[in-house]
């Protein structure tokens, strides 16, 4: 195989490799929503409705708080790979801050990675972890049933499915 550059259709990421990741290393998009950046088309966002405006700032908001959550978390966890595991979801949350901004062309809001409001003992880590992206699937299923505009649609839907597998990831721990 041949190293090729590919490009996420959530995030807009490039990443170079001799296959399609799995998921965006960037977003955690699965790799149904990843192409060779050759066939990359720039998404149309068109004008929002009021209720979509809304609903991601409310995201973003959402978004930077988990961020700087998991920031905190790969610092206080005593288990390694629990350190490495909040660590990459803290750079996941932070990228989908940054492609929510995007969408409505307000710039990458700041994430405080030294944070320091999370818990200090693992097993409540985890169950922090569960119940924000719980929080986080309900509200993005809710915004994605009050979205029209087909690009916050697709954003929604996969984000849906993202903060899915970071629930699968929780309980996997527990
Ligand atoms: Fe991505
Ligand atoms: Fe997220």
């Not at 195989?1 to 960037?26: Q, S």
């Amino acid at each position: 195989m041949t190293v090729k550059t590919w490009r996420c259709l959530i995030c807009g990421d490039p990443y170079v490799g001799e296959g399609k990741p799995t998921h965006c290393p960037f977003c955690g998009a699965a790799e149904e929503h990843i192409v060779p950046a050759k066939e990359y088309k720039e998404p149309v966002v068109g004008e929002l409705s009021d209720i979509s405006k809304q609903n991601i700032l409310d995201a973003i908001k959402l978004e930077v708080s988990n961020s700087q959550f998991y920031f905190c978390a790969s610092r206080a966890a005593a288990d390694i790979e629990l350190k490495s595991r909040f660590k990459a979801l803290g750079k996941v949350e932070a990228e989908h801050a940054s492609l929510l901004s995007k969408m409505i062309g307000a710039q990458k809001p700041l994430i405080d990675i030294n944070s320091d409001e999370c818990p200090g003992e693992d097993n409540a880590l985890v169950k922090e972890s569960q119940i924000r992206e719980s929080g986080a699937v309900e509200h993005y299923q809710q915004f994605l049933e009050q979205a029209t505009e087909p690009r916050v649609r697709q954003i929604f839907k996969t984000l849906v499915e993202i903060e899915t597998t970071h629930i699968e990831l929780a309980e996997s721990k527990e």
